[in-house]
C-alpha cells in the first residue's frame, strides 16, 4: 500500500470550490501531524495547513479563512476543504505525514508546517483555477 494518496483536485472557476482527500495506510494511519502543501512550477513547496491526532489545528496566514482542514481517524483519512479559489491557488497539492513527530510542537501543541518536518508524501493532485 502506498503510505499516502491524494484525490478531488480538478478544474474550477474563480470562486469555486473543492474537497481534497489524502487516504493514509500503514505507516502514516498513526502520526501525529498530518499536513497539506502545494506546489507551483518555479516555487518551493509552501506549507498551507496541519492537523494533530486530536484536532489541534495550523494555518499559513494566507489559508486561514479560505482553507479548512480535516481528519477522521477512523476512516484514516486527511481532508482539505479549498473555498473562493483564485487563479492564484494554482498548484499542486499534497499531503504529508510526519512519523518522527519533528513537526509537533510540544511547547505550543500543535503541529508545525514545514516540508523539512515530513517524512511521508503523497503523490499530488492538480488543482487548476480558471475562467
Known amino acids: 500500500q502506498v503510505p499516502l494518496v491524494e484525490s478531488g483536485g480538478g478544474s474550477v472557476e474563480p470562486g469555486g470550490s473543492l474537497r481534497l482527500s489524502c487516504a493514509t495506510s500503514?505507516?502514516?494511519?498513526?502520526?501525529?501531524?498530518l499536513g497539506w502543501f502545494r506546489q507551483t512550477p518555479g516555487k518551493e513547496r509552501e506549507g498551507l495547513a496541519s492537523?494533530?491526532?486530536?484536532?489541534?489545528?495550523t494555518y499559513a496566514e494566507f489559508a486561514r479563512g479560505r482553507f479548512t482542514i480535516s481528519r477522521d481517524t477512523g476512516k484514516n483519512a486527511l481532508f482539505l476543504q479549498l473555498n473562493n479559489l483564485t487563479p492564484e491557488d494554482t498548484a499542486v497539492y499534497y499531503c504529508a505525514a510526519d512519523r518522527t513527530d519533528r513537526a509537533y510542537d510540544r511547547f505550543r501543541g500543535r503541529c508545525q508546517i514545514f516540508t523539512s518536518t515530513h517524512d511521508y508524501w503523497g503523490q499530488g493532485t492538480q488543482v487548476t483555477v480558471s475562467s
Open positions: 500503514g505507516p502514516t494511519i498513526s502520526s501525529r501531524c
Open positions: 492537523i494533530t491526532r486530536d484536532g489541534t489545528l
